[in-house]
Every structure is written in C-alpha cells, then in structure tokens.
C-alpha cells in the first residue's frame, strides 16, 4: 500500500516561496494513471484542492491560487514537489499530498504537514 | 468546475442513532466520481466511499453511500463514540472539487 510523507519548514516569510516535498514508497511516483496531488486546509476550515500532476507531467490547478503554485515530480528520489510563490498569511494551512486514480477509487492521503506564514 | 454543497453543516445526533448526510453537485458527476472521508481532529482524511457507493478496504458495513447524478448521501448506522466527526464529499473529475463538510456532533 502506498505510504506518502510530506516534509518542509514549517514556517514561512510573507513574499518568500513555501517549498513542500511528498516521499513515496510502497509505489512508484512514475507509475501511470494516477493523479498526484496537493490539498490544503486551513485552519479549523475545509478541504482545498491546490492541483495535481498527471500522465507524465501534465498539471491542473486550482484556479484560485492565480498561477501561484508549480507541482513537479523526481522521478529519481520518488517524490512529488509543490512550490507556492508569495506567500500572504492567507496561505497558512496544514497542505497534504495524496494520489488517486484517474480512472476513480478516492484518494490516499498522507499525514499532512502544518505551514505557518509569518514574519 | 463541479460545486459540491453539503447538508446540514452540523448534525447533532445520540450514539445508536443513525446519520444521513447530504452531498449535492451543481453539475452531474460522471462516472460516480463521487468519494466520502471522514476526518477527526488532527488527523487526515481517511477514504470511506468512492464511486458513490462501494466501501473502502476496511471500512465496516455500518457506513454506505448511495446516490447518482447530482444528489448523493451518505448514510452512517448506528453511531459510535468513534464516528463522531467531520465528513466531506469529493468530486474526483477534472478538476477536483471537495464539499464544506458536515460536522457530525455528540447531542
């Protein structure tokens, strides 16, 4: 069974660009069919879906983040990458990464990783 | 992009007693790309229902789905301490959208 572990700092400035990192094991990032995702939630608030990365590189985002955020896979390391440029206080969230199958089947989480933007 | 809203936001209910959550899509999810978590305080989602209404690996029999085109519902038999929670419905198409939740308290 796949096992995802996000993993970045915890704390971010306002204006800098918060970096996250999901390690894959139990499965192969390269494996077709999957979507790989990030997902964010706010403090005491809901589920949001950042974007994902599917069928050899292509993305979508969530149109709400106005071409702020960038996923990317290492294929070589296993892992799957978010970067989310100028960051406001508004970005403050625990982020997840999961994966789900194109085809259908919900999604996998990992643990999620809590990120605090402050000055 | 498909819109999920969920009802009631909070669900007041006594254990044995038996949930029916709501999940509306503002357009026809196709294919039964629809999914169901259940998520506890500090905790990450955990998968329940996918294609609408087949259980997830593990899951017990007391949680089912149901439901097609725009209105799906979750239904939660005889409440235990332990199901006491948030829930959310998930629209897995392109792109992926998630319902606000439903909160399931103790009354």
């Known amino acids: 069974q796949v096992q995802l572990q996000e993993s970045g700092p915890g704390l971010v400035k306002p204006s800098q660009t918060l970096s996250l990192t999901c390690t894959v094991s139990?499965?192969?990032?390269?494996?077709?069919?999957?979507?790989w995702s990030w997902i964010r939630q706010h403090p005491g608030k809901g589920l949001e879906w950042i974007g994902y990365i599917y069928d050899s590189g292509s993305t979508d985002y969530n149109s709400s983040l106005k071409s702020r955020g960038t996923i990317s896979v290492d294929t070589s390391k296993n892992q799957l990458s978010l970067q989310l440029s100028s960051v406001t206080a508004a970005d403050t969230a625990v982020y997840y990464c999961?994966?789900?199958?194109?085809?259908?089947?919900?999604?996998?989480w990992g643990q999620g990783t809590l990120v605090t933007v402050s000055s | 992009e498909i819109v999920l809203t969920q009802s009631p936001g909070t669900l007041s209910l006594s254990p044995g007693e038996r949930a029916t959550l709501s999940c509306w899509a503002s357009?026809?999810?196709?294919?039964?790309?629809l999914a169901w978590y259940q998520q506890k305080p500090g905790q990450a989602p955990r998968l329940l229902i996918y294609a609408a209404s087949s259980r997830a690996t593990g899951i017990p029999d007391k949680f089912s789905g149901s439901g097609s085109g725009t209105d799906f519902t979750l239904t939660i038999s005889g409440l235990e301490p332990e199901d006491f929670a948030v829930y959310y419905c998930?629209?897995?198409?392109?792109?992926?959208?998630f319902g606000q939740g439903t909160k399931v308290e103790i009354k």
């Open positions: 999961a994966r789900g199958l194109v085809s259908g089947g919900g999604i996998s």
């Open positions: 357009q026809t999810v196709i294919s039964n790309h």
């Open positions: 998930h629209h897995y198409g392109r792109p992926w959208t």
């Open positions: 139990g499965g192969s990032i390269s494996s077709g069919g999957y979507y």
